[in-house]
């Protein structure tokens, strides 16, 4: 029953990965309660946010949302004493490599933060179990590959990555401490596609500062070229190599995570990635099959904060969650030109649910060609 059903927190749940994360939690039968100060996502017309708005209609369920900054203590005091939550999925925070080397105080300032703030309300009402949206560049750049969770960490390039691996080592010392609590730290690769349906999708605000959704736009006409940040690596094509991981197989890893936090695990570290590089090249090259569109770019320096190579070794994370990414390279990117779909035109979006109705990275941006 709904009434029974385990109340889930989840913080920057209006963003790209965390609405994905969002429709799991309630496919899966949770009840997630999102919080996000909509810096990163568009506002709907009903105050909801729209990406929210979708996963709505996609699980055709209601989904509670309070625009609350991840900051704010005492907002967060006040939303756990309303609630009783048994866990917290936690994404909140700023997110962009190259920002974060122009800006890191700023990075620091929300990402430390805010964790530190939510950690305290988590303590103060109980609530012991959480996931921790983590990132690879926790690794700094590779001393070998594949990456597996045994690599040394905090070496990192960039203040954005420095930022996970303080937390990460905020968490670690906090279950250290404290008897009782427990984490799951998922270390994620590069998060790209779209969910089926094409209604949610990443939505940057601004020009993208992740590859593939710079790419979609490209093809779409919504930018005039990609720029490709270094040449000059020692890869196959003298491009940046990243493990691309679709953003649902991504979702469902969290609640892989979720039902581990059941055996009171303690802390645990799991890399989420497919264990195949691909170059910035060839993913160039994979959305002009996809999309049947040439995507101009042009070469620049590298960027600062990049490292050459990063991919993952997910072996722990099959062995101990029962999780392994299920989708390739072709299915992030594809495009099926749907049939007439019957369904659309009775529904408050013009798509259709159906397995008539495409997918992936492609589809999002050629129905979504200004995002939300």
Not at 107 to 117: A, E, F, M
Not at 162 to 183: H, P, R, T, V
Not at 278 to 283: A, D, R
Not at 327 to 340: A, T, V
């Amino acid at each position: 029953p709904a009434a029974m059903a385990e109340r889930v927190l989840v913080t920057g749940g209006a963003g790209y990965i965390g609405s994905h994360c969002v429709l799991q939690l309630a496919e899966a039968g949770y009840e997630p309660v999102v919080i996000d100060n909509l810096r990163n996502a568009a506002r709907g017309p009903d105050g909801l946010p729209e990406s929210l708005r979708r996963v709505q209609h996609i699980a055709r369920t209601p989904i509670a949302f309070q625009e609350l900054d991840i900051t704010d203590g005492a907002a967060l005091r006040e939303l756990f004493a309303a609630h009783r939550f048994s866990a917290v999925m936690h994404f909140a925070g700023l997110k962009a490599v190259g920002e974060s080397v122009q800006r890191p105080l700023e990075y620091y300032g929300v990402n430390l933060t805010g964790t530190i703030r939510l950690l305290e309300a988590m303590e103060a009402h109980g609530v012991r179990n959480i996931v921790f949206s983590s990132s690879a560049t926790v690794y700094g750049d590779p001393q070998y590959l594949p990456l597996d969770e045994k690599h040394p960490v905090g070496g990192c390039t960039n203040p954005y990555g420095k930022s996970k691996y303080f937390i990460e080592e905020m968490i670690q010392d906090l279950c250290k401490a404290e008897k009782g609590w427990n984490a799951i730290l998922l270390r994620y690769f590069n998060p790209i596609g779209a969910h089926e349906s094409g209604m949610i999708g990443e939505d940057p605000q601004g020009i993208p500062n992740n590859l593939m959704p710079y790419v979609a736009q490209v093809a779409v006409g919504r930018q005039e070229f990609l720029s490709v940040f270094g040449n000059d690596y020692e890869t196959a094509d003298g491009t940046g190599v990243r493990d691309y991981i679709h953003v649902v197989d991504l979702a469902k890893g969290h609640i892989a995570a979720l039902k581990k936090l059941k055996e009171n695990c303690g802390c645990k570290i799991y890399n989420l990635g497919t264990g195949t590089g691909y170059s910035v090249l060839q993913m160039v090259r994979a959305m002009e099959k996809a999309s049947g569109r040439e995507i101009k770019y042009k070469m620049t320096g590298r960027r600062e904060g990049d490292v050459a190579a990063c991919y993952a070794n997910p072996e722990l994370a099959e062995r101990e969650l029962g999780w392994k990414a299920a989708f390739g390279l072709d299915k992030m990117c594809k495009s099926i030109s749907p049939p007439q779909c019957t369904m659309a035109s009775s529904q408050p979006f013009p798509y259709c649910l159906s397995p008539c109705a495409g997918e992936d990275l492609w589809r999002w941006q050629l129905q979504n060609p200004m995002g939300y």
